[in-house]
Nanobody
């Protein structure tokens, strides 16, 4: 199984990014997929998840990301997306996708998001 995240980068405060994650899971269409992040010195946190049919499954765990982060998916491409808007410096972290709840062996390398002016 391979999980590959992409789309991160350096963005100014207030900017937007769309992260992508391709998961080579044969059971992808039957899995709730989630997005997570981990900042230096902090625990990994769940941001959002998307149900198998594309509807929102899990509310963001932190009030700080509500209304700013949205997870979607394209089952025909085994891909999940995370749209981030109105980014803040505190959103700087490594971003990962995984099933929801997470499956330990499915953690990928992540994609780095850095918000800085």
């Amino acid at each position: 199984v391979q999980v590959v995240e992409s789309g991160g980068g350096l963005v100014q405060p207030g900017g937007s990014l769309r992260l992508s994650c391709v998961a080579s899971l044969s059971t992808f269409t039957s899995k709730v997929m989630g997005w997570y992040r981990q900042a230096p010195g902090k625990q990994r946190e769940v941001l959002a998840a998307v149900a198998t049919d594309g509807s929102s499954a899990v509310e963001p765990s932190a009030d700080s990301v509500k209304g700013r982060f949205t997870a979607t998916r394209d089952n025909s491409k085994n891909t999940v997306y995370l749209q981030l808007i109105n980014l803040k410096p505190e959103d700087t972290a490594m971003y990962y996708c995984n099933t929801y709840p997470a499956t330990p062996q499915y953690w990928g390398q992540g994609t780095q998001v850095t918000v800085s002016s």
